[in-house]
């Protein structure tokens, strides 16, 4: 006990005074996961909208096959990419392992079944009134798109939103492809497990309380928008 709450108050002091390691890991871990979300919400949205209003052949198909990538764990997709990227994999020439960017790459596709799922399941329960309107009154596809959008901006944030939470507290991907390289691949999920690995608890309590303060905010944000009653508690 006397152990937890000394590491729980150096936590605090580390915090609190600006640790330049601390706060640089929880950057990375920022800039990483914040690049994977930009860049899963736009193809994200743009299936979830045609699995919603598309009739094509193979839809049904390509809904299961996005429901069963929910159920893929991170160190799968991690295994997968590391093999796809090491030297003797087939992109192994652009010498992307153990780059921020293969963690992007993983991570982009961590979340996007989730954002996928989640969307199509926020547009599917929509009143489908706004594109038909949209549409009537002489409005683009492409407009009209962004008017569905926008009438389910609320449900379509709680996605990004949980999308987000996903991949910025997950480890086995990240350490796979990013190789937790000090100053360079280090997250706060993998600098916790090194850190707790060495004994160094009051450096995984402090990055620990930057995630727990991120699912408080997420949380906070969420319940926000079901406040506005846009999406079901």
């Known amino acids: 006990m006397d152990v937890l709450i000394t590491s729980t108050l150096e936590a605090f002091r580390l915090l609190l005074s600006g640790n330049a390691e601390i706060w640089e890991i929880v950057g990375i ?22 699995l919603t209003y598309g009739n094509f052949p ?18 799968v997709i991690g295994l997968t990419l590391f093999i796809i990227l090491s030297r003797q994999g087939p992109l192994g020439d652009f010498k992307l ?14 979340c996007l079944p989730i954002l996928v799922c989640m969307a ?11 594109w038909e309107t949209a549409r009537t009154l002489g409005a683009s596809p492409v407009r009209a798109f962004f008017t569905v959008l926008y009438e389910n901006r609320f449900g379509l944030t709680a996605t990004l939103l949980a999308g987000y939470g996903r991949i910025i507290s997950e480890v ?45 905010l ?7 928008l079901q406040g506005k009653g846009s999406i079901n508690p």
């Open 218 to 224: 997420l949380n906070g944000l969420l319940q926000y």
């Open 58 to 75: 193979g839809r049904r198909l390509l809904i299961s096959i996005f429901n069963t990538f929910l159920a893929v764990p991170a160190v």
């Open 120 to 130: 199509h399941v926020t547009l599917q329960a929509a009143n489908r009134a706004a």
């Open 172 to 216: 086995g991907a990240s350490m796979m492809l990013g190789g937790n390289i000090a100053h360079y691949t280090r997250n706060i999920p993998t600098a916790i497990a090194l850190e707790t690995s060495k004994g160094a608890f009051a450096e995984g309590i402090a990055l620990g309380m930057v995630l727990l303060f991120l699912a408080f």
């Open 29 to 50: 871990s920022f800039q990483v996961s914040t690049l994977a979300i930009l860049f899963a919400v736009p193809p994200a949205l743009l299936t979830a909208f045609f």
């Open 97 to 110: 392992l153990f780059t921020q960017s293969a963690m992007v790459i993983g991570q982009f596709l961590l």
